[in-house]
């Protein structure tokens, strides 16, 4: 419907701009009046309009700027006057045939926010007396300056009816028949459409913190996977207040999730996603243009957080009050969740300068402990080693996730190599003493860690947890010759 009325005005725009031109025609007796819109993107003269009382003319509908002898009369902000022969040539008046028989040009442009956006030219046989016809030239641009403005509110106005109903879309495409990644995923999709030079990220609890655990596939300057929140930041602000944060950034700051965030910039707004008045998420959605945030943006915003909210409500049903929805009992984020961010690293290591690590951990001697540590402190040991492993816990940007029991898979940014390394000899090294659990028991712990690069040039998220599991398996092969050798 929207579409068919914008059309509608597009047409009646058109007949009266065409009514227009014929009345300048007649108001000033002469033999041809055209106009072209001036297309400064395509270099091109567009015809809008043209009426004539002579029987050899013909219009080009578009013509390229060196074409046309308007090209040299485009920044006009005067009327100004040619005469054939003299100023412009006759043989430059291609919408002629066979004769030419004017001998004087009118240019009258047509100014807008201070450009020159088209041009009108009334052909004469007699030189056109400007002054004379000073009131009908004045109220020709009027005309034409008052029927453009209401065309554009017109159809600003059917632009603003879509708005509505394209989110209308996008608050239905949020199912809670969809899984509970799938509906933070959708939901960041969705919200991405309403920041045109900007992204969303979101931060979720596990590990027994909170950090960054998605964002959108082509944000720039987004904060790194596994960002651990602090205090004074606009996350930790939304977490404490429980309600959305907004606001503009002025010499980076404040900051969306860390100091150690690269680019703050432009304006972010953080609405906590809330679940039973608990905070299982914020959803951080930023734009280097702040004034992409009006209010009407804000409430897209915010209610696209609040819906998505009560669909993973109604998917999982009653949530207890003290369970993180987004991890797995020993507070490892869940496959599906940390599945979705290595399939958003992949894609943004196209164009990422950070490096991304994607692996597993293993406890090597699990048999063993199985047949002498009891179950409840073997699920104890599983709690404690997921905070051990957290990469945020030893200064460095990541997360630990679920894959099977003894078995952990990680994601490890960084903006240096040797990170990894850092990192990995860090977890060796504080296993190389036995565990203490908080009931005062210690266990020995053997690790085995299995790792592969993250980069654009595999595509496939199952294709690279294969080859983490295979260097995970080599690792574990590695570790038993080395015993049986001693």
Not at 223 to 234: H, I, Y
Not at 309 to 338: C, H, M, R
Request: net charge negative; aromatic share 8%.
């Amino acid at each position: 419907m929207t579409k068919r009325r914008e059309e509608k005005a597009l047409l009646e725009f058109k007949h009266v701009l065409d009514d227009v031109v014929q009345l300048l025609r007649k108001s000033t007796e002469a033999d041809t009046v055209y106009m072209y819109w001036v297309n400064r993107s395509r270099e091109q003269f567009v015809l809008e309009s043209s009426s004539t009382i002579l029987p050899n003319v013909m219009f080009s509908d578009r013509v390229d700027f060196g074409e046309l002898y308007l090209n040299n009369y485009k920044e006009i902000e005067q009327v100004v006057q040619l005469k054939v022969g003299d100023d412009v040539d006759g043989q430059q008046l291609k919408h002629y045939y066979d004769f030419v028989p004017v001998r004087f040009l009118t240019l009258i442009p047509f100014i807008n926010n201070g450009e020159t956006v088209a041009i009108t030219v009334v052909e004469t046989e007699y030189q056109l007396n400007v002054l004379d016809y000073e009131d009908v030239l004045s109220a020709y641009r009027n005309a034409l300056l008052n029927v453009l403005n209401t065309y554009l509110e017109l159809t600003d106005l059917y632009e603003q009816q879509q708005e509505w109903v394209d989110y209308e879309h996008s608050i239905n495409s949020l199912s809670a028949k969809m899984h509970k990644v799938d509906i933070l995923d959708q939901l960041v999709q969705e919200m991405d459409k309403l920041l045109p030079t900007g992204g969303v990220t979101v931060v979720a609890r596990g590990m027994n913190r909170w950090v960054s655990v998605l964002c959108s596939v082509k944000a720039p300057d987004s904060p790194s996977l596994g960002l651990m929140v602090e205090e004074k930041s606009m996350a930790y602000d939304a977490l404490q207040k429980g309600e959305a944060q907004f606001s503009i950034h002025f010499n980076q700051n404040p900051k969306r999730i860390s100091s150690s965030e690269n680019l703050t910039e432009g304006a972010t707004l953080a609405i906590p996603l809330k679940i039973n008045d608990r905070r299982h998420a914020v959803i951080l959605a930023y734009d280097k243009n702040p004034l992409v945030f009006k209010e009407s943006s804000k409430h897209k915003l915010k209610n696209l957080v609040r819906i998505a909210a009560l669909a993973i409500q109604v998917n999982l049903g009653k949530v207890p009050v003290d369970e993180d929805i987004f991890t797995s009992e020993y507070g490892s984020f869940i496959p599906d969740l940390w599945e979705r961010s290595l399939k958003t690293q992949i894609i943004r290591s196209e164009t990422a300068t950070n490096i991304t690590w994607f692996g597993f951990i293993t406890i090597d001697n699990i048999a063993e402990l199985r047949s002498s540590v009891r179950l409840e402190s073997l699920k104890r040991l599983q709690k404690t080693m997921v905070n051990l492993l957290s990469p945020s816990g030893m200064g460095f940007n990541g997360l630990i996730g679920f894959n099977s029991d003894y078995i952990y898979s990680y994601l490890l940014v960084g903006e240096r190599n040797k990170e990894f390394e850092e990192w990995k000899n860090m977890v060796l090294k504080t296993f190389e003493k036995p565990i203490e659990l908080v009931n005062g028991q210690n266990i020995s712990v053997d690790i085995r860690i299995g790792s592969v690069h993250v980069d654009s040039g595999r595509v496939e998220v199952h294709e690279l947890i294969s080859q983490a599991k295979q260097a995970l398996s080599l690792a574990v092969k590695e570790s038993a010759k080395t015993v049986g050798n001693y």
